[in-house]
Structures are given as C-alpha cells and as structure tokens.
C-alpha cells in the first residue's frame, strides 16, 4: 500500500508531453497526466499480443487467482485510489461515490474471477456429440467514460483478462489520472504486459478502432462516439460491445406508496449527481399521487448537501466538465422557459467556484421538453404526468434509446406486467439502477449493444466455437 502522494507520483510522467488535470470542484491541480503518443499505443498493441498466448495457456483456475490477487492489491489502496478521484472526477468520498466505487471494484474483480464458464453440450444423441466452447480473442481495446472511470474499467477489464485476452485500456481525457493510478495497483499482482493503458488524445486513440491487431473493442459512451467506433471498426470486422446513452424512463403506479419510493427513486436519478448512463432522467408519475410524489422527493432532496467531495459531509458533488454542466444548465433554462415548475434548484450561483448545479426537480413539464427528450446526464429530474398505463408506456418508449427503465408498485407482479412493455435492456422494479456482476447487462435500441456481467458477458469475451463429432 503506497500513500496518495506516492501513488500520484507513480503515475506522473518524467519526461515526455503532458497536461494538468484540474479538480471539478475547485479548479485546483490534481496532477499531471501523460499524453502517448501513436509509437505508445502502437507499442502497447504490440506488448499485448505478444503476452496474449501464454496468458490464455494459464488457464482459467490461474488466470481466476491473478484477478483475486488484483482484487486484494486494490482493496490495500482503496482509500488512496478514492481521494484520487474524489479529486478528479469531483464525486464526493461518501454516499455511493467515490469509496463505493472503489469498492465496486474490487467486487466485480472478485465475482468475476468466480463465474463458470464451463463447455456446453449441444447435441449428444448417440450419433452426433457437439460441444459449445469459447475461447479468446485476443487483444481487447478498453474505451471507458469519465462518469464512473475505475468502476466501468473493471467492467471492461475484469472479463476480458478473465477469458484469457489482453487488455489496452484509453481512459477518457478528462479522467486518466483515476484509471491510470487504478491499472498500475492491478499491475503489481498481474502478469507483465497483459494491461496496459494508453492516456492519449482522440486521433491516437481513434488507432485503436481500426487496429488490425485489435479482435474487440469494450465502449462506454455517448451514442454518437459509438456510430464512429462501429464505422472505424467495420473495416477489420472488430466485435463489439457498446454501451451507449439512455434516456431511462421511471413509471410512478397510481397504487405505489410516495413516502416509500422517494428515498429510491432520489438515487435512481441523482446517483453520482445524475452522471449515470442508467440512471433514472425522466419520471411519469399518475395524476391520482402526482402532487404526493413531487412533495415526497423535494423533502428528501433538499437534505442532500453538495460540495466538495472531499468533504465528508457531502454525498452530492459538481458535473465533472465545464460542457456538461453547459447541457444542464441549458436543458433546465429550456423547461424554466416553457413555464414548467421548479420545484427545487434550477438556480445556480454564479460566484461559486467548481462546476456546481443544484439538485432541481422540474413539475408540469410537457413530454417533449428538450429536458425530457434529451439526455441531461446531471442533477435535474423532469417529472412528467400521466393519466393512463397506455399513456405512460407509450412515452417511455417513444425514444430512441432503451438502456434501462423502472416500474414503482404496491404490487410486484403488476409492475412486472408493465415492465414486459417497456423498451428497454434491462426494467427494474421499486428501484433504478442496480447493477450486480452476476446479471446480464446491455442496452435496447441506441444504447447499444453486446452485454456485460455474468456468464453471459464473459461469452461476449471469448470467440464461440462448436467441436462436432
């Protein structure tokens, strides 16, 4: 285990171009993060098929272990991986923030490292025995967003190692310091040469996407990033896995309990200050509890404190990046200017230091509001009126994207009925976002596609093959 200071120096470059990466909610210095260039990445491409065969050849028992030893390595850091990105992605250490995501981590590390993935018998009759097995790729390219940047590494990182492939990983530019420091605590347990990161602009890392080398690519991001991965990646018929922008919808049951759900639903929207892929942006709620249900989460809102995350009364903290608190804040003007209701927020200091948007809750707003039918991606929730099941179902799926959705019910199994209607990859019930490394995970629509998680993600990380005969 290093201190903050040690682990920042290990990750600073000595020589060679680099750029200050700025604390969202201060301004400050955070450090400063290299810039690779393309002989860098193409190294690295290099490094990771040469290790990639006797990587594979361990097995899975030992390629399991290394992943356990990689776990404890970043549990013996977590505080300092933390304060690291409390500090440069802006999230505050408590609430599920920056500690948890560490913490996340190190579990998804864990339950990877545990899942069977075991060869399948298809076809054994007497006459005929086929066998579906899987096995690796080869090198797979990283792409990771700056929303939650060690925790979606892992996400990349741990089944993809786990199968037997390589990994080069390209952080995003405005987060590279986390992933940076996070991928050299997995080193000192792995296997030199299997994982590496590249800390590049958008042209060296646009090499990656049509590296001939490169057998898959792993992105989280916007859908508009992911339409230039597909076309840069057709060429050399790259696999994809691609977890793109949600919009997700949350249908209030005239028959749900407000007081119970507000707690749920606040985190469903606001976790990590609404920077969520899958986190709940748009909320229809019945006319029969409408006015109890936008009482009930402006009470619980408004005793959620925001500042800076280093901060340990904080669980709240600003957008990470200057554009994204720009979307906001014109997204929130857009509805204040069609005369929707503010409940809460809406209303930000303009002497305050750091990238803060108040949490804001919006009433009464028409259903094709841009803070609606756009994905805000920060703490401003639309809650939208419906008087009809049809009527909410319909709006929930009329965009384009479908990455998760919600249904909130007294009664399970009639919210289950609603959620078999929705558009979506994946619709939780009483709750928003949950995630867990044994369910599947992945998108509807332009969302995307491939899935993470489970047993059935790791299939989406190894090559399948059927042994006939």
């Not at 049509?210 to 050399?236: L, V």
């Not at 469903?268 to 019945?286: E, M």
């Not at 200091?349 to 009433?363: E, I, N």
């Not at 994946?426 to 509807?444: E, K, L």
Request: hydrophobic share 45%; proline share 7%.
């Amino acid at each position: 285990m290093e201190t903050y200071d040690a682990l920042l120096a290990s990750i600073t470059p000595t020589s060679g171009p680099s750029r200050t990466i700025l604390n969202p909610a201060t301004g400050e210095a955070v450090g400063e993060a290299p810039i690779h260039d393309l002989e860098f990445l193409e190294d690295a491409v290099a490094t990771a098929v040469e290790t990639q065969p006797a990587w594979a050849a361990l097995g899975r028992e030992a390629r399991s272990a290394a992943l356990l030893k990689a776990a404890d390595a970043v549990e013996r850091s977590a505080e300092e991986l933390a304060q690291l990105l409390s500090r440069e992605q802006g999230k505050p250490l408590n609430g599920p923030n920056a500690r948890f995501e560490v913490g996340a981590c190190v579990a998804w590390l864990r339950a990877t490292a545990g899942l069977p993935l075991e060869p399948e018998t298809i076809v054994d009759d007497g006459e005929t025995r086929a066998e579906l097995h899987y096995k690796p790729i080869g090198v797979v390219a990283a792409i990771g967003p700056w929303n939650w940047p060690m925790m979606i590494a892992i996400w990349q990182i741990a089944p993809a190692l786990r199968m037997g492939n390589t990994v080069v990983v390209k952080p995003s530019g405005n987060t590279p310091l986390s992933v940076l420091a996070l991928v050299k605590v997995l080193n000192e347990e792995l296997p030199e040469g299997i994982l590496t990161t590249v800390s590049c602009g958008r042209e060296v890392g646009a090499r990656l996407t049509n590296h001939p080398a490169i057998g898959k690519i792993m992105f989280t991001g916007s859908t508009a990033a992911g339409r230039a991965i597909i076309k840069s990646s057709a060429d050399t018929v790259k696999r994809l896995t691609l977890e793109l922008g949600g919009n997700d919808a949350g249908i209030v049951l005239p028959d749900a309990d407000p007081k119970a759900i507000a707690e749920d639903i606040f985190w469903g929207a606001f976790l990590n200050t609404g920077q969520t892929c899958a986190a709940l942006k748009r909320l229809y709620v019945h006319d029969d509890i409408y006015d109890a249900v936008c009482e009930e989460l402006t009470t619980f809102a408004k005793a959620m404190p925001m500042g800076n995350g280093l901060d340990e009364t904080n669980v709240l903290g600003p957008l990470q990046n200057k554009a994204q608190y720009d979307v906001v804040a014109n997204l929130v003007q857009a509805a204040k200017d069609s005369g929707a209701r503010i409940l809460l927020g809406g209303n930000p200091d303009p002497d305050q230091p750091g990238y803060f948007y108040p949490t804001t809750l919006v009433a009464d707003i028409d259903n094709n509001n841009p803070l609606v039918a756009e994905e805000q991606f920060g703490p401003a929730l639309p809650i939208i009126r419906y008087s009809t099941i049809d009527e909410a179902v319909e709006k929930a799926n009329a965009l384009d994207v479908g990455l998760g959705a919600s249904v909130w019910s007294s009664n399970p199994a009639a919210a289950r009925d609603v959620a078999t209607r929705i558009q979506a990859g994946t619709v939780w019930i009483n709750r928003h976002g949950a995630v867990d490394p044994r369910i599947p995970f992945g998108g509807a629509k332009q969302s995307g596609y491939g899935l993470e998680f489970g047993v059935e993600g790791l299939k989406h990380l190894g090559v399948p093959q059927v042994i006939n005969g």
